[in-house]
């Protein structure tokens, strides 16, 4: 494997650090309660996040972005629909 195809393999850094943590955190404190969170909610309270930050202006999110997070955050459709995962 080359080192360019390696290179391609890792997960893009998010842009604003910040905006995924707290929008992660969110993520898992609803997952807790039991709340299912679907894609559309998770972009909604983005969008609410980044306007709270002033960094609205930057920030598009989009089905990439959308999956983009998820992949970094080892999201999986179950997690999301608040279906429980076996192990």
Do not use: V
Request: aromatic share 8%.
């Amino acid at each position: 494997t080359s080192k360019a195809s390696d290179e391609r393999r890792t997960l893009q850094q998010p842009q604003h650090e910040k905006l995924d943590k707290i929008l992660y955190d969110w993520f898992l404190l609803k997952q807790e309660e039991g709340i299912p969170i679907s894609g559309p909610m998770l972009m909604e309270k983005a969008r609410d996040f980044s306007e709270k930050l002033n960094i609205a202006k930057e920030c598009k999110f989009s089905d990439g972005w959308l999956s983009c997070f998820k992949k970094r955050h080892g999201i999986r459709k179950t997690d999301i629909s608040g279906g429980k995962i076996s192990g």
